[in-house]
């Protein structure tokens, strides 16, 4: 990745990790967490921080290279990269601020669905940036189903 302009760079990393941490302050999401009855397989709640950190800073990159090409398709793939961005942000008050466990299952979903569109459409542009997307679209599958579990133990 050549990097031409790197406040454009610190800014698309910086814009996924704002998203992140307002959600998860507004949906009081550390507090809430030690209080779900969880599955064996649940990870402890500090592991959650470091990885949204990387999968932000992933994702950040990710639109950088899409924003900084020549491809006549990148708006388009920049809107997949906001829309599914903003369902990331409201998921988290979905299911933490407001225990809709269901409901933000039902969301999670549509985000899943979301990242694979914008997966495909960063792929046209550049397959290095849609490669990057692939743990996050991973540890939002593991998610869903963490999601659903907890709704059925709580």
Not at 18 to 40: D, E, Q, R, T, V
Not at 73 to 88: E, V, W
Not at 99 to 119: D, E, N, P, R, V
Request: glycine share 4%; with cysteine; hydrophobic share 55%.
């Amino acid at each position: 990745m050549n990097v031409n302009n790197k406040s454009d760079l610190i800014t698309a990393i910086l814009i996924p990790l704002a998203a992140g941490a307002i959600s998860s302050m507004l949906s009081g999401a550390a507090a809430s967490y030690s209080s779900f009855n969880k599955p064996s397989f649940s990870p402890p709640s500090y592991i959650f921080p470091i990885v949204w950190t990387i999968l932000y800073i992933l994702m950040g990159i990710s639109s950088y290279i899409i924003y900084s090409s020549n491809d006549l398709g990148k708006r388009k793939a920049l809107a997949a990269y906001a829309l599914q961005l903003a369902f990331n942000f409201f998921w988290s008050i979905l299911f933490f601020g407001f225990s809709q466990y269901l409901f933000a299952f039902i969301w999670l979903i549509g985000l899943i669905i979301l990242i694979i569109i914008m997966i495909y459409q960063f792929y046209k542009i550049s397959p290095a940036a849609a490669y990057l997307q692939i743990p996050y679209l991973i540890w939002c599958l593991f998610a869903a189903y963490l999601n659903y579990t907890i709704y059925t133990l709580n």
